[in-house]
């Protein structure tokens, strides 16, 4: 099975900043990630595919880029919405894993 | 406008037996893979399973092989999840997810509002 980890498993930022999280997979998965953003209580919604497409409706304020088994998204100005968990996920093979998840809190 | 609901979830004792159930609307269902995830209490995601869109093709992570069961009806719309030999590790919310292709790329573009097992005596 291919293992997804995250970095930070959590931090604190302000509105306007800009924030980085990066997932990392035990093994090459080419551009096979994905990448969600879930608040509390609510189901996963899709951000970006691929690993550098974004999703249908999400803002442009979302990137994600890398290959093989580093990558990472980034939020170029944290808007209040923006303060939730995010997740990796690996589409390369069954089965699919997540990463833990990085928690994005109000500084 | 895309819809998934999921239904069958509640309280079930360890090796017991419960059937979830998802009904899809706002798209073309018989289009689509469609997938179980489940994310236990204050926890990640697993992905649980997949179906192909005409039911030929099943995949299961490992830990509910011969336990579980995906399915699907293409007439009524609607995904379903039998889950046999329920163990206390199985407690989670489950949600119903769309898989969705896009070129040679795939992911859970919709996902259901999740239902929610819980395995204990």
């Known amino acids: 099975d291919i293992q997804m980890t995250q970095s930070p498993s959590s931090l604190s930022a302000s509105v306007g900043d800009r924030v980085t999280i990066t997932c990392r997979a035990s093994?090459?998965?080419?551009?096979?990630l994905n990448w969600y953003q879930q608040k509390p209580g609510k189901a996963p919604n899709p951000l970006i595919y691929?690993?550098?497409s974004l999703q249908s409706g999400v803002p442009s304020r979302f990137s994600g880029s890398g290959s093989g088994t580093d990558f990472t998204l980034s939020i170029s100005s944290l808007q209040p919405e923006d303060f939730a968990t995010y997740f990796c996920?690996?589409?390369?093979?069954?089965?699919?894993?997540f990463g833990p998840g990085t928690k994005v809190e109000i500084k | 406008e895309v819809q998934l609901v999921e239904s069958g979830g509640g309280l079930v004792q360890p090796g017991g037996s419960l059937r979830l159930s998802c009904v899809a609307s706002?798209?073309?269902?018989?289009?689509?893979?469609m997938s179980w995830v489940r994310q236990a209490p204050g926890k990640g995601l697993e992905w649980v399973a997949n179906?192909?869109?005409?039911?030929?093709?099943?995949y299961y992570v490992d830990s509910v092989k011969g336990r579980f069961t995906i399915s699907r009806d293409n007439a009524k719309n609607s995904l379903s999840l039998q889950m046999n030999s329920l163990r206390a590790e199985d407690t989670a919310v489950y949600y119903c997810?769309?898989?969705?292709?896009?070129?040679?790329?795939?992911?859970?573009?919709?996902w259901g509002q999740g239902t929610l097992v819980t395995v204990s005596s």
């Open positions: 691929a690993a550098s």
């Open positions: 997810a769309r898989w969705r292709y896009s070129g040679t790329y795939f992911y859970f573009d919709y």
């Open positions: 179906i192909k869109e005409d039911g030929s093709e099943k």
């Open positions: 093994q090459s998965i080419s551009t096979y």
């Open positions: 996920q690996q589409s390369y093979s069954t089965p699919f894993t």
């Open positions: 706002g798209f073309t269902f018989s289009s689509y893979w």
